[in-house]
């Protein structure tokens, strides 16, 4: 049975005539300070918002790693023979941590939700990992930091489900050159759909939550005013349309990190690389400092395949030190700005381009993902994620330079 850790002081804890435990089958329920419903007995609200009073307890116990340095895994990779192999790869190298897909790039839950879990109702679990517990357990015995990777906005299962949460493109729901579908970060419903997804991962002894695609679509722009959709409580916003479309993705992240406060768990948001690179990537409303201002981890994703003509690199592709590196600084002179900056821990490329064409691209293997990782140590950068979407990592890396 899941507890509640008390962690306050002695003082604080007189306030309180009785003890408080919070269990998932709890009628009596109180709203949090933010307005949202925990299951935690009824306390003084104001002592729980003005102390560290509590802690939920998973029943697992991680240690922070000396810097994370983690690997991609899919719900599939986690679930299956994969995982015993990605196992060993941590018991053998200096990587030590996964970030585990629990909501997929398609909007489904990699795991079938118990029948007393309030996503049961949601009915998008896949029964991927078949014990997610069971692997978590697997996970604490090795020391493997568990990371849950959440997928936000790009959920074509949820669309389908609820197109006024949406895009309409005439009677259709609005899908882009790959076939994917978005839901719309201006609505209050779509966050707290994820938010309960990871509330439910906390719940399980996850140690930080990643959003992953925390933003509009690509292109947003250029068909904002096309598709119908409604803008929710952004209605009545007197913003332009850019700083409408940052309001969104940032109050998103910002909620989210509130409401998963009381399960003291980490939040990190994965991030376009070159959104740190201007004020702020106008179409899909990442702002890099105000995302950056409201969570413990920034994941800007880097590599070096995904740039143009940047930094004064023809072929960044060709250059993995260069382009990490130039990339570092741009950034470290970024969170230099911020009073209380997340650490930085960037996805970094484990994966060959050939889409570049002949002449634009390298073979990645060891050489090239070494280069990765010094360019971060030579900026400063110990932590970072390596991406390879088939989870099939090089071997032979100096993970820990």
Known sequence: MNIIKWISAATIATILTVPVIAHAEDDAKVEDFAGRTYGFQAIDENSVAASALYKYDSGLTFDYPDAVRGVYVTGHSAGGARFAKLVDLMDTTDLNAMVIDIKDDYGNITYKPADDSPLKAMDIGKNYIKDPIAMLKTLEEKKIYP????????????AE?????????????WKNGRGESFVNPFMKEVWDHNVDIAIEAAKMGFQEIQFDYVRFPEGFENRSDTLEYTFGKYGESELDPVQRRVEAVTDFVAYASEQLKPYGVDVSVDIFGYAATLPEAPGIGQNFTRIADNVDVISSMIYPSHWTSYFGIAKPDLEPYK?????????NAKLAELENAPESRPWIQDFSAPWLGSGNYLRYGKKEVN???????DNGIDEYL????????????????
């Open 371 to 377: 280069a990765q990782i010094k360019g971060l140590k």
């Open 161 to 173: 489900k609820r197109p006024e949460l949406s895009y309409m493109d005439g009677n259709s729901i």
């Open 386 to 401: 390596l991406w390879n979407a088939g989870n099939s990592y090089t071997s032979g890396v100096t993970y820990k330079p």
């Open 147 to 158: 990371i849950a990777r959440i997928v936000v906005f790009k959920d074509s299962v949820l």
């Open 323 to 331: 382009l990490v590196s130039e990339y570092a600084k741009v950034e």
